[in-house]
């Protein structure tokens, strides 16, 4: 028996230095943050060595500096990454290891202008760690939830920590099961600018969506350069219309659009077509005077007889005619004589501006938020925004020189809401560069493409006479009225297509004026040239208005 004893002591006391432990048993972490972004960093840490055994390095960030240990004349050597702390003095044993040294760029901001703390707690030391407690104290309170990694739990970092309860400024946290040899684990906290004043946001890089914003950028740059790029207008001020140009052709001939059938039908009532009836209930009707000859142009001469093809009268304000004013806005009157052959597209500016706001858009949905799913979705989303919005900043430039104010109302409205969710999304920089793009695209490609010699001297005459209608002096125009009582009524069709008319009216003051010829509105009253102006411009929304609500309609199948 006492034979048997002896055998199993004698195999207990082999078997002991077996089962030793080789590596970390407890560590210690506590770490101090500034506000200039640098961190002080010590770590304590007992480490146990068996018989024949010998320690490996003990790594530290590779940034790390001002670096101080336990062990005397320590070498510290800079491989694999890492700044690494030579143990190879210590034998079998358990030692108590200090460390202390300092992380001078742990706050970092990403490409979209958010700051980070970045705080390795381990560094893949070549030993198990049984357990490690760490602290890290911020310089202010916490606003966001940490985040762990690690080389050996990857996604399921956090499952191994317990956070403890500590101060609004303190992170501090245990992790009691045993961290596998060369595992690192590192945290890392978004911050606030408040925070870390002292880190700058700026960067200089940019991501993958803004090098394709520049670069689609520069291509409409390119384009408008080489295909569209004119001489300023000039302004040769002019008491009198382009002869042979209708005001339904103004917006043909000044900026490359559609043709205005209503401000066309008022022009041929001042030359003596059509005459204009109103009445109380809103409806407008035309009457044909006398038939349209060769002293027009052919496409008038089309749209004149499509216009009365049945009889003549037309409802003006029926959907026959509404979609007869559809049709017109596919007529570009004088593009031939306008611009030089091979003039550029205006069209493809603002296709090539208008993507660079959905770029803007998905660049704005992936600075919102960090979780992956909800990138794609505020990404898609925003990017159609971002295109509906930079279409209306295109189209606002329709609003500077023609009567309609709405697309200008809309695209500054659309501005000014891109901007603002641009400074939600910290993406400030991103929503600037996209209004400024639009805007200045839509501005260069106003006047069409490289004009002719003839379209050039047009639309000087065209801005000329709308400089004159803005500035002309009550003495200026009485003189005219002596010459000629119609005066304003002949000019009425220029300064409506220029959204010259309330201004032009103001200069005549208080000047009553005769019955207008075209236009009867079933009074006797003699009435003032800003009652007639209101008159007119009331006649000519009435005849749009059908036109305007024309693509609801069929979108929503009535």
């Not at 919102?368 to 505020?378: E, G, I, S």
Request: charged share 20%; aromatic share 8%.
């Amino acid at each position: 028996m006492r034979k048997l004893i002896c055998l199993f002591l004698c195999i207990l006391i082999m078997a002991v230095p077996a089962l030793a432990f080789d590596g970390i048993t407890s560590a210690q972490s506590q770490t101090v943050v500034s506000t200039d972004g640098s961190c002080r960093v010590s770590i304590t840490a007992t480490l146990q060595l068996g018989s024949g055994s010998s320690a490996p390095a003990f790594p530290l960030p590779e940034n790390a500096s001002d670096i101080s240990v336990s062990i005397p004349h320590a070498s510290i050597t800079r491989s694999g990454g890492y700044r690494n702390v030579d143990l190879s003095s210590l034998g079998a044993g358990s030692h108590t290891l200090t460390f202390h040294y300092t992380l001078t760029d742990a706050v970092t901001a990403d490409e979209k202008g958010n700051l980070f703390l970045t705080i390795p707690l381990t560094c893949g030391f070549g030993l198990p760690i049984e357990h490690l407690d760490f602290s890290i104290e911020l310089p202010g309170a916490l606003e966001y939830r940490p985040a762990f990694s690690s080389t050996y739990y990857l996604e399921t970092a956090e499952s191994i920590i317990d956070i403890l309860p500590s101060q609004s400024n303190v992170i501090a946290g245990v992790i009691d099961q045993r961290l596998q040899d060369r595992e690192s684990l590192t945290m890392t906290l978004q911050v606030t600018k408040d925070m870390f004043p002292l880190v700058s946001t700026g960067r200089w890089s940019m991501d993958t969506v803004d090098m394709l914003m520049a670069i689609t950028f520069l291509l409409a740059l390119a384009y408008w350069l080489i295909t569209m790029r004119c001489l300023p207008p000039r302004r040769n001020r002019r008491a009198l219309p382009t002869p042979g140009l209708n005001a339904g052709e103004i917006p043909c001939r000044l900026s490359g659009q559609g043709m205005d059938l209503t401000l066309a039908v008022l022009s041929w009532a001042q030359m003596g077509y059509i005459l204009i009836q109103t009445d109380s209930h809103g409806r407008v009707r035309l009457r044909k005077r006398m038939d349209m000859g060769n002293e027009r142009s052919a496409l008038e001469n089309k749209l004149f007889r499509k216009l009365f093809a049945q009889k003549d009268t037309a409802d003006a304000t029926g959907y026959r005619y509404a979609q007869l004013c559809r049709k017109a806005m596919g007529f570009r009157a004088g593009t031939a004589l306008t611009y030089k052959p091979g003039s550029g597209n205006s069209r493809v500016v603002q296709v090539l501006t208008v993507l660079i706001g959905t770029l803007g858009g998905v660049s704005m949905g992936m600075a919102f938020v960090h979780d992956t799913a909800w990138k794609v979705v505020l990404a898609i989303f925003l990017g159609i925004l971002g295109t509906i919005a930079a279409w209306q900043m295109q189209s606002a430039v329709k609003g500077i020189f023609h009567r309609y104010k709405l697309p200008l109302l809309i695209g500054l409205g659309c501005s000014l809401l891109w901007f603002l969710l641009s400074l939600l999304a910290g993406e400030w920089h991103t929503g600037l560069f996209v209004v400024l793009t639009q805007w200045l695209a839509a501005l260069a490609a106003a006047f069409g493409g490289r004009k002719t010699d003839s379209g050039q001297q047009t639309m000087s005459e065209i801005l000329g006479l709308r400089k004159f209608m803005r500035s002309a002096k009550p003495e200026e125009l009485q003189r005219i009225l002596d010459a000629n009582p119609h005066y304003f009524y002949d000019l009425a069709p220029y300064a409506l297509a220029l959204d010259a008319d309330r201004a032009f009216a103001r200069r005549f003051g208080n000047t009553p004026l005769p019955e207008c010829p075209y236009l009867t509105i079933g009074t006797d009253e003699q009435l003032t040239v800003k009652e007639w102006a209101q008159l007119l411009r009331d006649t000519a929304d009435a005849m749009d208005a059908l036109q305007r609500r024309l693509p609801i309609d069929r979108l929503l199948g009535r």
